[in-house]
């Protein structure tokens, strides 16, 4: 079975920072796509960033110059990065798996998600 684990979150103030962690076990795909989406309350999940397994990443607009998707040395690993955190950042942040069909930061049809993990920032 496809599994995702995420680690990292926890509570920033305004400005401060934190590293989400990703990892998938049960793949047998050599180039999977893995995503980062949040949900904030009472919104819409929406999707940040997208790494392939070239480790090319996609990011949302308003989380460029701020959010940084990356891999591992592995192709079970992915991380973000996200660095001056804003308020409007608290959301359950969710890891995300498919295989490659489509560019990875199409963000479309990705099956597979971990249990999510809390970012607040105040």
């Known amino acids: 079975d496809v599994q995702l684990v995420e680690s990292g979150g926890g509570s920033v103030q305004t400005g401060g920072s934190l590293r989400l962690s990703c990892t998938v076990s049960g793949i047998t795909d050599s180039t999977p796509c893995m995503a980062w989406f949040r949900q904030a309350p009472g919104k819409e999940r929406e999707a940040v960033a997208a790494?392939?397994?070239?480790?090319?990443?996609t990011h949302r607009p308003s989380v460029k110059g701020r959010f940084t998707a990356s891999k591992g040395n592995t192709k079970n690993d992915a991380y973000l990065q996200m660095n001056n955190l804003q308020p409007e950042d608290t959301a359950v942040y969710y890891c995300?798996?498919?295989?490659?069909?489509?560019?990875?930061?199409?963000?479309?049809?990705?099956?597979?998600w971990g249990q999510g993990t809390q970012v607040t920032v105040s």
């Open positions: 995300a798996y498919r295989r490659w069909s489509t560019a990875c930061g199409d963000f479309k049809d990705y099956a597979y």
């Open positions: 790494i392939n397994n070239a480790g090319s990443p």
